[in-house]
């Protein structure tokens, strides 16, 4: 009887495990870990944007870019845009990783090598989150947030913003920067996975601990966000482009680089980093310690009630 409850127990561990990795769990644990990091990242988000889309050879402090949202609209300032916030880093959270485990599952199946399995995966989770959900709702964020700088209030609501960009721009509105934000989004996504899954190997037992889960999900995010935070400045810049202009000064990524970098210099590029660096590393040390929790519950729920919507029997199969 103990060696049959050992046995049991281990099961029921391998199980978990397996279901970890089915599609709705790991959608399921993705969008509570991203609305988890995105209550609580979102004033650095605010700031780092405020950054971005000033345009001078000088720039603005994050320090100044925080006084000002402060003195124009108060503590609300910060979580301007924060509806499209929640829906965004939710959704996008639970494409991420849904996208990810099944791309994984399929380079392995390939034969893909080990090293790159994960970067590989991350990259395809990446443009895939980007045509799927990000672009849209990063850029009617931007427009909300960039109401601060203007002053014209255009975007108040999530439904308004959506209304307005498509009476002045149709459906394609809402994918401005759609070049920027799948670079951003492919290269940020297959970075972090690549780095945390060397140091949580490095530093971490099985399964992680909490604190473990963060330091490895911080690391990721600041190499990721020094690695591509130039492309994220072209992307603000062109989601900001209000509806208002007549002439678009940014109409791609290289142009809007290059535009940049003779305009105001390289230093623009990397305006907002220090915000971005914060919001990133404490956002993903969150998402990836939150959705070891939460697959985990949502594995061992699905194991317990005996499968939601097939989990358990197209897993076992």
């Not at 594995?299 to 197209?314: L, P, Q, R």
Request: proline residues 4%.
């Amino acid at each position: 009887r103990p060696f049959a409850f050992v046995c049991t127990v281990a099961g029921m561990a391998e199980s978990t495990k397996t279901l970890k990795k089915h599609p709705v769990v790991s959608a399921a644990a993705g969008f509570f870990s991203g609305a988890t990091e995105a209550a609580i990242t979102m004033p650095f988000d605010t700031v780092k944007t405020y950054c971005q889309v000033q345009k001078s050879t000088t720039g603005v402090s994050p320090i100044t870019g925080a006084r000002d949202i402060f003195r124009l609209k108060g503590i609300g300032g910060f979580y301007f845009g924060l509806p499209a916030v929640l829906v965004q880093v939710a959704g996008k959270g639970a494409i991420r990783w849904s996208a990810f485990e099944q791309f994984k599952q399929g380079l392995q199946k390939a034969g893909a090598p080990k090293a790159s399995v994960d970067f590989c995966a991350g990259i395809g989770a990446g443009f895939a989150e980007a045509f799927l959900w990000t672009t849209p709702t990063e850029r009617l964020k931007v427009l909300r947030q960039n109401d601060i700088r203007s002053g014209l209030n255009r975007y108040a609501s999530l439904p308004s913003a959506v209304r307005t960009v498509a009476k002045e721009h149709g459906v394609r509105g809402l994918y401005a920067g759609i070049g920027a934000c799948g670079i951003r989004q492919a290269s940020g996504v297959g970075v972090r996975f690549a780095v945390y899954g060397r140091v949580k190997s490095a530093i971490t037992s099985d399964p992680p601990q909490l604190w473990q889960s963060a330091v490895a999900g911080g690391l990721t995010g600041c190499v990721s966000t020094a690695l591509n935070h130039p492309i994220d400045v072209c992307k603000t810049r062109i989601e900001a482009q209000d509806g208002a202009s007549q002439v678009k000064e940014y109409t791609g990524t290289v142009q809007c680089l290059r535009t940049i970098v003779r305009q105001e210099g390289v230093r623009a590029l990397y305006r907002g980093i220090a915000p971005r660096m914060i919001k990133i590393s404490l956002g993903q040390a969150i998402t990836f310690s939150a959705y070891e929790r939460y697959s985990e519950f949502a594995a061992e729920a699905a194991g317990f009630f005996g499968g939601f919507a097939g989990v358990s029997t197209a897993t076992s199969k």
